[in-house]
């Protein structure tokens, strides 16, 4: 049995500086067993740029590579070796969006079956 899970549901994104933003996490489903590429789309609906995107990795999720936006940083926080979060420190300009990838393993469970 295949097992799958939602990525989009695990991962909690902020914007920073701005309070009209549409976020997207894609794949939204993940395929257990391996590892996957990410991207977080951030689309800045607000009229001021945003300058920051936070994303919090929860357990269960090992992120293994984050790439670097082309203008801009990023930094991450860890518990032990495990990152548990990544800001992007990004100017998103009103009206644009932004892609933000990194690779992570997602552990998905397999239901039992009733």
Known sequence: MRSTCSIAALIAVAAAATL?????????????????????????????????IDVDIPEGVTVTDIAKPANGAFTTKKSGDRITSISWQIEVQPSKYVALPFTAAPVCFTPMPM
């Open 20 to 52: 009209s933003a549409h976020v997207m996490v894609s794949p939204t489903q993940s395929k257990s067993g391996g590892t996957q590429k990410y991207e977080v789309r951030v689309h800045n609906e607000a009229k001021v740029a945003a300058t920051a």
